[in-house]
């Protein structure tokens, strides 16, 4: 995508400058309509203080930039990518760093002036910032990191607070897109009480960043800043094609055929990009796939699910289930729709 000469700024945007502009009941957000960005809803919220949240849709009409100007010096700034559904990219002042993906963490340190987000026609786009000083950012890293060992506590901590690093990149679930609408739709008036449930909220959503990014599900680590936007672009084709092929046997020399970067290459580009290897993830969003299956449709059984996914047996797809959902399939069946009973695996989100 080349540079838009006329951005949209966050900042001007929140100074309600369109006729269009009217708050939702019971929130902290507000409709508008403007140009370029069409139709959308945009807000803001100050859990705490040091703390700060920008929720914001748009469905551009036309090729646009967004801008959030930084004037707070040593931020960390967590990005949650609830919709993408046409190609969009992240810039750190003017250099192209990550193309975006549905259901991400963006996670960063913010030491640059300015933040764009490129955007295309035609697409629908949903996503939520939240910005915590360093030292809060610490403060909880300290806390609810207590117990993991050394290893994984140096590896998150240089994430953040390594120098020329755009921090990491790692999947969310339904469950914190919620917490998220939950702060933003609160219904309590301003107060005390307000102020606890939106505290709460946010060390909710904190506890799930931290689990998942010391339970390795980062899909990217400061060594990605090494990439070209070249080899991101062939690493988003690639995962794409297995998106939209995920029950096909791997064939690398079709997965590979459109790719100008050698095979071997491009695998160790993956596991560098993503974290994980390329048939782990197909492995992995075929699994997620399935539960999601499980629970939520009555006739589909087992069985059927288990050949669909590549399995000879019902008994070795039950085992390679519960290895990643620590669940038997037959209990999904049993308390469906109750995702508690997934356990410590995750429903994989992966764009």
């Known amino acids: 995508m080349e540079i838009v000469e006329n951005p949209i700024f966050i900042e001007d945007l929140l100074k309600h400058p369109f006729q269009d502009w009217q708050p ?11 140009p370029l960005l069409g139709k959308g809803t945009i807000g803001f919220c100050a859990p705490q203080e040091g703390v700060r949240l920008l929720y914001m849709n748009c469905n551009p009409t036309e090729h646009t930039a967004i801008v959030h100007k930084h004037s707070i010096p040593n931020e960390i700034s967590l990005n949650y990518y609830i919709q993408v559904d046409r190609k969009a990219s992240a810039h750190a002042d003017v250099q192209v760093y990550q193309i975006l993906h549905q259901g991400s963490i963006m996670a960063e340190s913010t030491n640059f002036k300015r933040k764009w987000i490129q955007l295309e026609a035609g697409g629908s786009y949903e996503w939520v910032n939240v910005f915590l000083t360093e030292e809060i950012y610490k403060d909880y890293f300290k806390r609810l990191c207590r117990g993991y060992d050394a290893e994984k506590i140096e590896r998150c901590r240089q994430a953040f607070f390594t120098q020329h690093t755009h921090g990491q990149i790692i999947h969310f679930d339904c469950r914190e897109e919620h917490i998220l609408r939950e702060m933003f739709h609160c219904a309590l008036p301003e107060g005390a009480l307000r102020n606890c449930y939106l505290e709460l909220k946010l060390m909710e959503l904190m506890v799930h960043f931290f689990h998942r990014a010391m339970e390795q599900e980062a899909v990217s680590s400061p060594r990605a800043g090494l990439l070209s936007l070249a080899e991101r672009n062939e690493l988003d084709g690639i995962k794409c094609f297995i998106d ?53 449709q009555d006739d589909v059984s087992i069985k059927e699910l288990a050949y669909e996914a590549g399995y000879s047996t019902v008994q070795a797809f039950s085992r390679a289930f519960y290895n990643e959902f620590s669940i038997r399939p037959s209990m999904v069946k049993r308390r469906e729709g109750v995702i508690s009973e997934v356990g410590d695996g995750e429903m994989l989100q992966l764009g």
């Open 244 to 296: 939209t092929h995920l029950y096909d046997p791997l064939d690398y020399d079709q997965l590979f055929a459109s790719c100008q970067t050698s095979g071997h290459r491009l695998k160790a580009n993956f596991k560098l990009l993503y974290g994980i290897s390329i048939g782990r993830y197909q492995q992995k969003k075929r699994m997620s796939e399935v539960l999601g299956r499980l629970m939520g």
């Open 24 to 34: 939702v009941e019971a929130s902290s957000l507000f409709r508008y309509q403007a």
